[in-house]
């Protein structure tokens, strides 16, 4: 299964952009991108996902390098609620497994106020 | 729409003892998962459903069993309890892309 690279942890002040790196230079051609966080004593929650092209919802953005071997999700204004880990994950579409879905330990989002 | 619900919210058992989790949603989904998250790490896949009446293994099946008899819920048992299995457990479901989570049990086994 295709991995995914991620930092331990990372900072931001309120109100700045947030910019979470990832890392999955085994991609296949056929994954998705997804992200999900998980805010402290929740389920995780989904963000946004994206195959080739970047995306954008009222959550967040996700920037994907043109080979598909990093992408970036982009928080425009981080509030303290953004305070989560999040997680990227790689999923293949479900004809071929995709069901599978493996969660790695994910970056820790720290908010100052 | 109450989304995904867990019963119970927190459960300790004694090594050796049975218990099954509930899981039940309200948003007519098709797929249905259990996941399991130990300290500091991410959630692994136990099992899966595609559908009313089937199941499927996925990443740490072992000791643990499922039943889909009906689309809303998805049962997770545990039919002799070992302190490995000390863990939070995640249900989730999904249509499409999304998987809607649940608010999780905390399991102990002493």
């Known amino acids: 299964d295709a991995k995914t690279t991620q930092p331990n942890s990372m900072e931001s002040n309120e109100e700045e952009p947030v910019h979470l790196p990832c890392n999955h230079s085994?991609?296949?051609?056929?994954?998705?991108i997804h992200w999900y966080r998980q805010l402290p004593s929740q389920g995780p929650e989904y963000v946004i996902h994206g195959l080739t092209s970047n995306v954008n919802n009222r959550m967040a953005s996700l920037a994907i390098a043109e080979d598909r071997k990093s992408s970036t999700l982009i928080l425009h204004r981080a509030t303290l609620r953004d305070a989560a880990v999040y997680y990227c994950i790689l999923r293949p579409p479900r004809d071929t497994g995709g069901f599978k879905t493996i969660f790695g330990a994910g970056t820790r989002l720290f908010v100052k106020a | 729409n109450a989304g995904v619900t867990q019963t119970p919210k927190f459960r300790v058992l004694k090594t050796g003892q049975s218990m099954t989790l509930l899981c039940a949603q309200d948003m007519n989904h098709e797929y249905m998962y259990w996941y399991r998250q130990d300290p500091g790490m991410g959630l692994r896949l136990i099992h899966y459903?595609?559908?009313?009446?089937?199941?499927a293994k996925g990443e740490v099946p072992d000791g643990y069993n499922v039943s889909r008899l009906k689309k809303q819920n998805f049962l997770l048992g545990l039919e002799s309890a070992a302190p490995s299995q000390t863990s939070v457990y995640f249900c989730?479901?999904?249509?499409?892309?999304?998987?809607?989570f649940g608010p999780g049990t905390r399991l102990t086994v002493l």
């Open positions: 459903s595609v559908g009313e009446g089937t199941t």
């Open positions: 989730a479901s999904s249509f499409g892309a999304e998987q809607f």
């Open positions: 085994t991609i296949s051609g056929t994954d998705y």
